[in-house]
């Protein structure tokens, strides 16, 4: 590709042929810089994409906005629900990435894929971002909202036994320390936990952590993305495993859990551990590691066979699981 060193894996040529697409078109090229920095948050916020119109032109779904009680103030969330939706079904409470500074609710692509193949209506929530809302904001939003979401599964019809937590990037992570939290407060049970590329870790002491090269999320990034969540505690030992799921030594008691990142993902190697964890603590966790898949690889090409392989497997594990919880709720 020639955007690499040699310390960092070879992205898979398909997916990079996109990535490279992406940087000409809006970057630069391969020379350009995309870090997130704290002085360019606004502008990355600014660019919302997709937007509602967008997803509901793109998926069989409708959408309803409600207005629920926060922690501290009103939390909006988004229902997606399929136009031939049933009674009751499974239900999927996304929780969007974005570094922990950017995004909204209408990053929801990857779950409305999962939901077209389980009929899964869709509860996405928009979590207060940092840093004007650092930790515990994100996860004491995405918590009360999955309280609420379990709370009024009926009329949002959702059958509340199958449904699934689900997360992308930093909002894999919130996903994580969410489900960690409710088992901690014994809440509700949750029939799976979903996580993609999630960003578990502020220490960032892993060997795929020190990646270099021209990356969709470099490690500049990373590190402004955590010091805006965490402030001067970022890398100390005054952080909850709430805020950085990755610092748990307990993964005991989490729902079964799938977990999917690429090998040229900063990701990779904390992603592994978690799974690692889980299964140390006897617990069930399923992890795809996709040889030369970046960060958003299936995003950037979701047609490379590779990105397809990706969301074949997303949707047979939560087949699996949907039907473990159902199974068991009779």
Avoid: Q
């Avoid at 209506?121 to 609420?148: G, H, I, N, Q």
């Avoid at 901690?184 to 090269?213: E, F, K, Q, V």
């Amino acid at each position: 590709m020639g955007t690499l060193d040699h310390s960092t894996p070879v992205m898979d040529e398909e997916c990079a042929a996109a990535w490279r697409l992406i940087l000409d078109k809006y970057f630069g090229g391969a020379a350009g810089r995309i870090d997130i920095t704290e002085d360019i948050i606004p502008k990355a916020r600014a660019h919302k994409m997709p937007s509602r119109e967008m997803l509901l032109e793109a998926f069989p779904f409708t959408e309803e906005e409600h207005t629920i009680p926060g922690p501290e103030s009103e939390i909006t969330i988004s229902v997606f629900t399929p136009i031939d939706h049933g009674d009751t079904g499974p239900g999927i409470f996304w929780i969007h990435g974005g570094g922990m500074v950017t995004g909204d609710r209408f990053g929801v692509v990857p779950a409305l894929r999962l939901a077209m193949a389980t009929a899964a209506v869709v509860v996405s929530v928009e979590y207060r971002l940092a840093p004007e809302y650092p930790d515990p904001a994100p996860v004491d939003d995405c918590y009360a909202a999955l309280l609420w979401t379990f709370d009024h599964a009926d009329e949002l019809g959702i059958d509340a036994s199958t449904l699934v937590l689900a997360g992308g990037s930093a909002g894999g992570g919130i996903a994580a320390g969410t489900a960690l939290r409710m088992r901690d407060n014994g809440g509700p049970s949750i029939a799976g936990l979903l996580l993609s590329c999630p960003m578990l870790d502020d220490r960032m002491h892993t060997a795929s952590a020190h990646m270099t090269g021209v990356l969709p999320w470099s490690r500049t990034s990373n590190e402004t993305g955590w010091r805006m969540l965490l402030g001067d505690r970022a890398g100390t030992d005054n952080v909850s495993i709430y805020a950085a799921p990755g610092r748990a030594t307990d993964l005991s008691g989490l729902p079964p859990t799938f977990i999917d990142v690429g090998t040229v993902d900063l990701f990779r190697d904390e992603d592994v551990a978690f799974a690692s964890t889980i299964w140390a603590c006897g617990g069930d966790a399923e992890i795809h590691v996709w040889p030369g898949g970046f960060h958003g690889y299936e995003d950037c090409a979701p047609n490379a066979p590779l990105a397809v392989d990706t969301l074949v497997a997303r949707e047979r594990w939560l087949a699996r699981v949907l039907s473990r919880a159902r199974s068991h709720a009779t």
